[in-house]
């Protein structure tokens, strides 16, 4: 989106809304969503997404800092506690340090997106992929042969699911050396028109349309996609996935995760690993003093209270 693209576009939703709030969601991926923001309040919107750093900026949203500093200079007010958001900043902050992951950090334009259009989300996920193949320094490239694969589909929008098909066999061609060599399910259930109105366009390279649907896999899958169009009682689902005695959340949590094996190894990791920042500074001093053998004891005052804690390891 861009700031000139939103003057035409938001007016008329705004208009049709008919009263209904608007809320505009935007990610940082081209640089121009803090901009978008500013002219989008400009316009009537009242309600803007944004993110906490160092969760914001990159390829999410603008940060709500940023954009509430910004929308105060221009007049506007907000309803935000940035006294507590401080304090998630800071400890999201700590978080992210410790574990060496990356800082959000604003982009600069990039008219790139504007060509092969993939979410930021989506690349992020891809970045992700991409190393642990330890391919990463091919991402261009990914995202460059992307842009020839929305073609052959016909020029899906590139929104959720859409998007992540065109990548992953974006990615599958340039690891292979060669288009289309092996292709996903998906893209197959794509050629079928599975996926409703937005896929098998008549507009779709017919020549890979025929080479997908003459696969042995189509036909699998065209037998799976008719037997799937019933509409499943919830006691069955339910029966599938652990019986009436499993809670709602427990429920929705093994339909969303399709099964047991990725919670299963999720609980089998353990409890989640506590960190420690400026909120507990005596714990942490405490505990980092107690890593060195020669301190032999610890001891704290404030005022009349006093505490000592001697190294019982050192006798």
């Known amino acids: 989106m861009t700031v000139d693209r939103l003057r035409t576009l938001l007016p008329v939703i705004v208009q049709n809304a008919n009263g209904t709030p608007v809320e505009l969601h935007s990610h940082c991926t081209t640089g121009l969503a803090p901009l978008v923001y500013l002219e989008a309040l400009k316009l009537g919107v009242q309600r803007l997404h944004t993110a906490i750093p160092p969760l914001a900026n990159g390829s999410s949203q603008p940060s709500v800092f940023n954009v509430a500093a910004n929308a105060r200079l221009m007049g506007y007010s907000s309803r935000i506690d940035e006294t507590m958001l401080r304090s998630i900043s800071e400890r999201l902050t700590a ?149 009436p005695g499993v809670s709602d959340e427990e429920f929705l949590l093994r339909y969303i995760m399709k099964g047991e094996q990725e919670i299963e190894a999720m609980r089998a990791a353990g409890p989640p690993r506590q960190y420690f920042n400026t909120a507990m500074p005596l714990l942490t001093l405490i505990q980092e003093l107690g890593k060195h053998r020669q301190v032999r004891y610890i001891q704290v005052q404030r005022g009349s209270d006093s505490l000592l804690i001697q190294n019982q390891s050192l006798g």
């Open 95 to 243: 978080i992210a340090k410790q574990e060496k992951l990356p800082i959000g950090a604003p982009l600069e334009y990039d008219y790139a997106q504007y060509v092969h259009q993939v979410p930021g989300g989506v690349i992020s996920n891809l970045k992700h992929n991409l190393a642990e193949l330890r391919i990463q320094h091919r991402l261009d490239e990914v995202l460059e042969e992307s842009v020839q694969v929305r073609k052959d589909l016909g020029y899906p929008i590139m929104i959720t699911p859409h998007s992540q098909f065109v990548v992953t066999q974006a990615a599958i061609n340039v690891a292979m050396g060669e288009r289309y060599k092996h292709v996903t399910d998906e893209l197959i259930l794509f050629a079928l028109g599975v996926y409703g109105e937005d896929s098998g366009y008549p507009w779709m390279d017919q020549n890979l349309k025929d080479r997908l649907l003459g696969m042995p896999r189509a036909k699998e899958l065209k037998e799976l996609a008719a037997r799937g169009k019933r509409d499943i009682p919830l006691k069955e689902i339910q029966e599938k996935l652990g019986g």
